[in-house]
């Protein structure tokens, strides 16, 4: 069976990774995050002070960027990669509301994505790859097989956001969840370097509607058309 690269695409939230990986899982790829990869130099920017509610360095983080090193390792077989910044794993730290509330403002610096796209190409020169992100289908890997373009109603993709990190333990409101939700996608869609946009050869799919069974079993019609 010959092997594709197989790119994910969409607004926040829309339940793009659960089924990357999933379809993943079954066709025996290698799933990548690339969302991970933006958060994780969030997190990086955080702690250093160079990103917070008051004040942006920009630059600080630019001069920063090759102390930093972003390596995925699966702790099992069958468990997704966990993200690890300068060799700690922050699988967990950077899915909480803080980052989400930072990593696009970060996701619009050039230098940051010439970073991690290379990374990116590289995770993928052998093919049998599925990624997930913004950009994967258009600037990443634009030769791909097969491109999803993922959609849900905002106020779905809310609800979905507010109950997993209701399920993490986080304290959040449903008013500022939405609210990120909306300002990232604003953000994802305006920023001059890679916006958010559906390739012209991908195929969308809302998920308002859809159960996570259907959804894999529909990307995995669309992937195997392809093998
Ligand atoms: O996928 P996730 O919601 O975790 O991504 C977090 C943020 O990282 C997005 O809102 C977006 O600003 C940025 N991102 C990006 N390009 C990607 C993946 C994520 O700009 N390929």
Redesign the pocket.
Known sequence: MKKITIAI?GY??TG??TVAKQLADYLGYVYV???????AVTLYAMQRGIISKEHFDAQKLIASLPSIDLRFEKKSAWNKAHIYLNGKDVENEIRNLEV?EF??P???IHEV?VK?VAQ?QKMGLEKGVVM?????GTV?FPKAELKIFMNASANERAQRRYKELLDRGEVVEFKNVLKNIED?DH??TT?ED?P?VKAADAIEIDNSEMNLDDQFHTVLQLAKDRI
Do not use: E, F, H, P
């Open positions: 695409d926040s939230s793009k990774s995050d690339s969302g991970a990869m933006y958060r989400s990593v696009s970060i996701a619009t994505r991690l990116q997930d992100g913004r950009d994967i990443v990232r953000i994802d920023r890679s958010l």
